[in-house]
């Protein structure tokens, strides 16, 4: 329980970040990280027009680099991009200056306020330097779709058992969790649409 919905200790230790946004109309906040990748990124596109639905992607920066048409589909379907670094490094195995190095690198391609460090590691002095220039967003709820010990239905489990008023809940729109995402995704949005959830962008 402690990976699909982070314990407050996790929380304190990423001052100023966000993890939850609760409001007083019932939200949540749908997210995707580690792409852009052509085989996947257009379908989840795709799904969430169906929808009628919004979402914001995390994206590597070098994903972005070999995939730039597929990020710019993003961003003209009305979604929202943040950075999740230049090639998914680890906050905690890096020098403060070379994961911030990291991280621009990411920016010159994604243009964004937004940032989510991969595996949620940070150092704290990364946290501090990183909140001047982004919104860092965390997560409420963690699918665990790229895990080869989940099943779809697993996946649609967490959501409805850990999705609550204002949850960041994340996917996965790479190669690893494919098999759990795909099938997953689609009954996880009707739920939510059905317990009356709208899907809400990072202001
Ligand atoms: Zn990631």
Same mark, same amino acid.
């Given at each position: 329980?402690? $990976?699909? #919905? /982070?314990?407050? &200790?996790?929380?304190?230790?990423?001052?100023?970040?966000?993890?939850?946004?609760?409001?007083?109309?019932?939200? $949540?906040?749908? +997210?995707?990280?580690? =792409?852009?990748?052509?085989?996947? +990124?257009?379908?989840?596109?795709?799904?969430?027009?169906?929808?009628?639905? !919004?979402? +914001?992607?995390?994206?590597?920066?070098?994903?972005?680099? !070999?995939?730039?048409?597929?990020?710019?589909?993003?961003?003209?379907?009305?979604?929202?991009?943040?950075?999740?670094?230049?090639?998914?490094?680890?906050? $905690?195995? &890096?020098?403060?200056?070379?994961?911030?190095?990291?991280?621009?690198?990411?920016?010159?391609?994604?243009?964004?306020?937004?940032?989510? /460090?991969?595996? =949620?590691?940070?150092? &704290?002095?990364?946290?501090?330097? @990183?909140?001047?220039?982004?919104?860092?967003?965390?997560?409420?709820?963690?699918?665990?779709?790229?895990?080869?010990?989940? +099943?779809?239905? =697993?996946?649609?489990?967490?959501?409805?058992?850990?999705?609550?008023? =204002?949850?960041?809940?994340?996917?996965?729109?790479? @190669? !690893?969790?494919?098999?759990?995402?795909?099938?997953?995704?689609?009954?996880?949005?009707?739920? @939510? #649409?059905?317990?009356?959830?709208?899907?809400?962008?990072?202001?």
């Amino acid at each position: 329980m402690f $990976i699909e #919905q /982070p314990p407050w &200790f996790y929380r304190v230790m990423f001052p100023g970040a966000i993890w939850r946004i609760p409001s007083p109309e019932k939200s $949540i906040y749908l +997210t995707f990280d580690d =792409g852009p990748i052509p085989r996947i +990124t257009p379908w989840v596109l795709d799904l969430l027009d169906k929808y009628d639905i !919004k979402a +914001t992607f995390f994206c590597v920066g070098d994903n972005v680099r !070999k995939y730039p048409d597929i990020y710019k589909m993003i961003r003209e379907r009305g979604h929202h991009t943040g950075n999740h670094t230049y090639n998914h490094v680890q906050g $905690i195995r &890096f020098r403060t200056k070379n994961y911030l190095q990291n991280v621009n690198k990411a920016n010159d391609l994604i243009h964004s306020n937004l940032f989510r /460090p991969p595996h =949620g590691h940070m150092r &704290f002095p990364q946290v501090c330097a @990183l909140r001047k220039q982004y919104k860092i967003i965390m997560w409420d709820v963690v699918t665990r779709d790229y895990s080869p010990h989940m +099943t779809p239905n =697993g996946v649609l489990n967490v959501v409805k058992k850990y999705t609550r008023n =204002g949850s960041v809940v994340v996917f996965h729109d790479s @190669l !690893k969790a494919e098999k759990n995402m795909c099938k997953a995704l689609p009954p996880a949005i009707e739920w @939510l #649409q059905d317990q009356g959830y709208r899907f809400s962008l990072f202001e």
